[in-house]
């Protein structure tokens, strides 16, 4: 019988992260996919500036910028000409590493995703599928079905959907999956061609007639695009062809397509599962959350599932913090799936609405306010850290704790780049840390260092300042870089304290399964 850690089920984007960086942190995961290979067509395509933040720690930012496209701007049209222009480098310059939209089509992500996982000896079981499985208090019994036909019973200490919106995992654990379907028809393809909106730019027509959105791809002269089906059209889409959609959008935007390289139509759904765990069953992903298109965060925000529950889960299994650590994972992720689920709807609904005041408002108005509102700095800003989920945080979680300066636990820490230099380079190492920007204590300096706790103190700059942190106060981060304490103080008891009431047990950065009194947090421990 075949045993593991946790039996991940779904090798798309969020279970092909979710293995890899369990495997990081010394945890035996089993990877299944009915598929005989991955993906062949580029389906997601946007990688958001927060997961490329959070990709440096599994050494992968580089290599998805240097192999995809940065976005600089998103262009508005109405009637055949330019109304609108949002420029990302200008806008999100100082905010991240990563001021821009960046493309890199699904494929190619999951490719690089799949030969990072199998250099740490982790490969993907392909033509292999969950038949059924069985909560056992202790363990996960799961009968899955190989490439032979063959069944298989396998135990794991956990189990992850991460199986899509027709999950097995959702439909055994039995929790609902409520939402809609929008009625809409829409059409992808990846082109070749020439015109002015193949610059290498995000352009978007809000016709009165078609919907149409071009996503820029690598390669001069490539692009996604992504269109409504409307009329008698839409009442048979598996029966159409590019030729029966290219028409006045396009001739809008002044495309000339020479070559079409993949044609889709679907329908797009949203729905939030009712729980996204229950007992050892967790759900990531598509299986917990399914969304419109807008905005590019479906595949991001399940990249985000995965590293915020990969962290708990080695934890727990290490025995450095207690079962209910995993509860947390629900508490943070749902609340944001359910919020982005709303936003996304209602961009959707305006940008694809039909009937006279919703053409009115979409050709008439937005084009003159949009350049308007788009003058004010802090609503673009506004609209970058939206968008680039840098503004996600896990505000009143379980997890998070305090405040110092305007830095609450649960916020992502606010990145500061001073000399070519980040206080981002420290969060490379997948564990707890401190931060003190200024000077730390020697009482927390000792209580670090006896507890092999990482320390990194920044020598105080007005940057700091105005990043919103607060000098020599400490920011407790998690192993996936959100604040989960922050104190004005600077002293060590709070940690102890945040520990104490969390049941956690140990910070310590030392491989899992050992231990060697490093980090290890005892209740009588005495502070220095």
């Given at each position: 019988?075949?045993?593991?850690?946790?039996?991940?089920?779904?090798?798309?984007?969020?279970?092909?992260?979710?293995?890899?960086?369990?495997?990081?942190?010394?945890?035996?995961?089993?990877?299944?996919?009915?598929?005989?290979?991955?993906?062949?067509?580029?389906?997601?395509?946007?990688?958001?500036?927060?997961?490329?933040?959070?990709?440096?720690?599994?050494?992968?930012?580089?290599?998805?910028?240097?192999?995809?496209?940065?976005?600089?701007?998103?262009?508005?049209?109405?009637?055949?000409?330019?109304?609108?222009?949002?420029?990302?480098?200008?806008?999100?310059?100082?905010?991240?590493?990563?001021?821009?939209?960046?493309?890199?089509?699904?494929?190619?992500?999951?490719?690089?995703?799949?030969?990072?996982?199998?250099?740490?000896?982790?490969?993907?079981?392909?033509?292999?599928?969950?038949?059924?499985?069985?909560?056992?208090?202790?363990?996960?019994?799961?009968?899955?079905?190989?490439?032979?036909?063959?069944?298989?019973?396998?135990?794991?200490?956990?189990?992850?959907?991460?199986?899509?919106?027709?999950?097995?995992?959702?439909?055994?654990?039995?929790?609902?999956?409520?939402?809609?379907?929008?009625?809409?028809?829409?059409?992808?393809?990846?082109?070749?061609?020439?015109?002015?909106?193949?610059?290498?730019?995000?352009?978007?027509?809000?016709?009165?007639?078609?919907f149409l959105a071009v996503f820029p791809l690598a390669g001069a002269g490539?692009?996604?695009?992504?269109?409504?089906?409307?009329?008698?059209?839409?009442?048979?889409?598996?029966?159409?062809?590019?030729?029966?959609?290219?028409?006045?959008?396009?001739?809008?935007?002044?495309?000339?397509?020479?070559?079409?390289?993949?044609?889709?139509?679907?329908?797009?759904?949203?729905?939030?599962?009712?729980?996204?765990?229950?007992?050892?069953?967790?759900?990531?992903?598509?299986?917990?959350?399914?969304?419109?298109?807008?905005?590019?965060?479906?595949?991001?925000?399940?990249?985000?599932?995965?590293?915020?529950?990969?962290?708990?889960?080695?934890?727990?299994?290490?025995?450095?913090?207690?079962?209910?650590?995993?509860?947390?994972?629900?508490?943070?992720?749902?609340?944001?799936?359910?919020?982005?689920?709303?936003?996304?709807?209602?961009?959707?609904?305006?940008?694809?609405?039909?009937?006279?005041?919703?053409?009115?408002?979409?050709?008439?108005?937005?084009?003159?306010?949009?350049?308007?509102?788009?003058?004010?700095?802090?609503?673009?800003?506004?609209?970058?850290?939206?968008?680039?989920?840098?503004?996600?945080?896990?505000?009143?979680?379980?997890?998070?704790?305090?405040?110092?300066?305007?830095?609450?636990?649960?916020?992502?820490?606010?990145?500061?780049?001073?000399?070519?230099?980040?206080?981002?380079?420290?969060?490379?190492?997948?564990?707890?840390?401190?931060?003190?920007?200024?000077?730390?204590?020697?009482?927390?300096?000792?209580?670090?260092?006896?507890?092999?706790?990482?320390?990194?103190?920044?020598?105080?700059?007005?940057?700091?300042?105005?990043?919103?942190?607060?000098?020599?106060?400490?920011?407790?981060?998690?192993?996936?870089?959100?604040?989960?304490?922050?104190?004005?103080?600077?002293a060590p008891e709070t940690i102890e304290g945040y520990c104490a009431d969390?049941?956690?047990?140990?910070?310590?950065?030392?491989?899992?399964?050992?231990?060697?009194?490093?980090?290890?947090?005892?209740?009588?421990?005495?502070?220095?």
């Amino acid at each position: 019988m075949t045993r593991s850690d946790v039996l991940i089920i779904g090798a798309g984007p969020t279970g092909l992260v979710l293995a890899l960086w369990l495997a990081k942190l010394g945890v035996k995961p089993r990877i299944l996919d009915k598929t005989a290979g991955p993906g062949t067509t580029s389906r997601a395509l946007a990688v958001q500036a927060r997961t490329l933040e959070l990709y440096r720690q599994l050494d992968l930012a580089d290599a998805v910028v240097e192999s995809g496209h940065k976005v600089p701007a998103v262009n508005l049209w109405v009637k055949g000409e330019a109304v609108a222009r949002l420029p990302f480098e200008t806008i999100g310059t100082g905010l991240t590493p990563y001021p821009f939209l960046q493309i890199f089509p699904q494929d190619q992500h999951e490719r690089l995703l799949i030969e990072r996982l199998q250099a740490l000896g982790v490969s993907v079981e392909r033509q292999t599928e969950l038949l059924g499985f069985t909560d056992e208090g202790d363990q996960i019994s799961a009968r899955v079905r190989g490439p032979d036909g063959a069944e298989e019973l396998c135990q794991a200490r956990y189990i992850a959907g991460c199986d899509g919106a027709r999950s097995i995992v959702r439909k055994t654990i039995g929790t609902g999956f409520p939402g809609g379907t929008y009625r809409q028809v829409f059409y992808v393809a990846d082109i070749e061609g020439i015109g002015r909106a193949l610059d290498g730019e995000l352009h978007i027509d809000l016709d009165e007639a078609d919907f149409l959105a071009v996503f820029p791809l690598a390669g001069a002269g490539r692009a996604r695009l992504i269109g409504t089906v409307r009329d008698e059209r839409a009442d048979h889409p598996e029966a159409l062809a590019f030729e029966d959609v290219s028409g006045r959008a396009i001739e809008h935007l002044k495309i000339e397509v020479r070559k079409v390289n993949w044609f889709s139509t679907y329908h797009v759904h949203h729905r939030v599962a009712e729980h996204f765990c229950k007992g050892r069953a967790f759900l990531l992903g598509d299986a917990a959350h399914i969304h419109s298109p807008a905005g590019g965060q479906g595949m991001n925000t399940g990249i985000g599932d995965a590293i915020n529950l990969a962290w708990k889960l080695a934890a727990v299994l290490a025995s450095d913090a207690p079962d209910k650590l995993l509860d947390s994972y629900e508490a943070e992720r749902i609340v944001f799936a359910r919020r982005l689920v709303a936003t996304t709807d209602r961009v959707f609904s305006f940008a694809t609405a039909e009937g006279r005041i919703a053409d009115i408002l979409r050709t008439r108005v937005a084009p003159v306010l949009a350049p308007r509102i788009m003058a004010f700095d802090s609503v673009r800003e506004y609209l970058f850290r939206t968008a680039s989920q840098i503004t996600l945080n896990y505000r009143g979680g379980p997890l998070s704790a305090g405040s110092a300066g305007h830095v609450q636990g649960g916020d992502r820490l606010p990145w500061v780049s001073i000399g070519g230099a980040d206080n981002f380079d420290p969060l490379t190492a997948m564990t707890w840390q401190v931060h003190v920007y200024g000077s730390a204590s020697a009482a927390l300096t000792a209580w670090c260092a006896e507890r092999a706790l990482p320390l990194h103190v920044f020598a105080w700059q007005p940057a700091h300042e105005a990043a919103g942190l607060a000098r020599n106060a400490l920011y407790l981060l998690r192993p996936d870089t959100y604040v989960a304490l922050a104190d004005a103080t600077g002293a060590p008891e709070t940690i102890e304290g945040y520990c104490a009431d969390r049941g956690i047990i140990s910070l310590s950065s030392s491989p899992r399964g050992r231990r060697s009194g490093g980090g290890v947090l005892m209740p009588n421990d005495k502070i220095p």
